[in-house]
């Protein structure tokens, strides 16, 4: 019931495509849900993060799709960059402050073509 | 915007001897940070939540005896790999929140990592 399950495990993307990957947990107890982005031997960075009283959130190019019902989220990418060029992990915790432990997916490796 | 450092980057030892990672929040204070490890190629998977003056909490199949963590000030937690062997070669990297105000949900920050190579 913790798991985060995400896919693809690996993407390739002709660059100003769209990238979009899922995920999905089974915890209703999850509150929020965050899309980190990584560089080889770098941490995660913060993408964007939405709460399951919305539906969707946009920031930029990077657009954060919500099911409640269907207990899934996704992440998509517009107008995809080589730049975007990463591994992406879809998150989920629960609780409010300072207490929510962050369990991750599986994590995809995204590749834009030029 | 918020930074986590961590150091050292990297690090190579040997085989029975201990290592200690720094976890320090730059510019806000964090009660709680959180120690991943990630293997090549996987996905980051929590050892434990660092308490500000009480004991850690370890996740399931985690030694405590073995990663010891300390969390002495609002801005420092460690971790040291005690007795390390190439098993626990790896990817560590910590994460904070900042508790100011007590946000709900507030973003985790997450440091560059650690890579730890025994040999």
């Known amino acids: 019931q913790q798991q985060v399950k995400q896919s693809p495990q690996s993407l390739i993307v002709q660059k100003g495509g769209i990238s979009i990957i899922n995920c999905a947990y089974e915890?209703?107890?999850?509150?929020?849900f965050p899309w980190y982005q990584q560089f080889p031997g770098k941490g995660p960075a913060l993408l964007i993060a939405?709460?399951?009283?919305?539906s969707e959130k946009k920031e930029g190019r990077f657009t954060i799709s919500f099911n409640k019902s269907a207990k899934q989220f996704s992440l998509h990418i517009m107008d995809s960059q080589p730049g975007d060029s990463a591994t992406y992990f879809c998150a989920a915790s629960r609780g409010s402050g300072n207490t929510g432990k962050l369990i991750f997916g599986q994590g995809t490796t995204l590749q834009v073509k030029p | 915007g918020a930074v986590v450092s961590q150091h050292p980057s990297w690090v190579i030892c040997k085989s029975g001897t201990s290592v200690k990672i720094e976890c320090r929040s730059l510019d806000f204070q964090a009660t709680t940070m959180f120690w991943y490890r990630q293997f090549p190629k996987q996905s980051l998977m929590l050892m434990a939540t660092s308490n500000e003056g009480s004991k850690a909490t370890y996740e399931q199949g985690v030694e405590k005896d073995k990663f010891l963590i300390n969390h002495a000030s609002l801005t420092l937690s460690t971790l040291t790999v005690t007795s390390a062997h190439p098993e626990d070669s790896s990817f560590y990297i910590c994460?904070?929140?900042?508790?100011?105000?007590?946000?709900?949900?507030?973003?985790?920050?997450f440091g560059n990592g650690t890579r730890l190579t025994v040999t």
């Open positions: 915890n209703t107890a999850f509150d929020y």
């Open positions: 994460s904070a929140r900042d508790r100011t105000g007590v946000k709900y949900n507030s973003p985790l920050h």
């Open positions: 939405i709460r399951p009283d919305v």
